[in-house]
């Protein structure tokens, strides 16, 4: 019996790896976080949505923000299966907020450090 795969799922591992810049074991780790999904063929072999290449380019981008692969996986639960511009814009500003939210943080990390009290009574 052969398993029917989605239409959209469609690209191997490697290629996503390819697509996305990264190594196909740093694909595998975010398929196991949740911030892209597989489906299996027949010999067991992976293949993921056309989209997944741009999941993880996005979720790169949200880890430099200094999001956690958790909060990543919790933002893209939102998504569609097939997500459109908007969906992708309401990503883009989750990550805009979380961007601010955590420079503001650290403009005041830094306004108390230069302050001259010492570090461990802050």
């Known amino acids: 019996m052969t398993a029917q795969l989605s239409s959209s799922y469609t690209l ?9 810049g990264v190594a196909t074991s740093a694909v595998r780790f ?5 911030i892209v ?3 299996r063929t ?11 290449a741009c999941r993880i380019r996005v979720a790169k981008v ?10 990543i996986a ?3 639960a939102a ?3 097939d997500p459109g511009p908007d969906d992708w814009g309401g990503v883009a500003q989750t990550l805009i907020r979380e961007a601010e939210e955590r420079t503001a943080a650290l403009r005041s990390y830094l306004s108390e450090m230069r302050t001259g009290v010492r570090l461990c009574e802050l």
């Open 30 to 34: 975010y398929e196991r976080h949740g």
């Open 74 to 76: 919790e933002v893209f």
């Open 37 to 39: 999904r597989a489906e």
């Open 42 to 52: 027949s010999s067991d072999q992976r293949r993921f949505s056309s989209d997944a």
């Open 79 to 81: 998504l569609p299966d």
């Open 62 to 71: 949200a880890q430099r923000v200094g999001l956690t692969v958790r909060e």
């Open 12 to 20: 191997t591992v490697g290629e996503v790896a390819a697509d996305s």
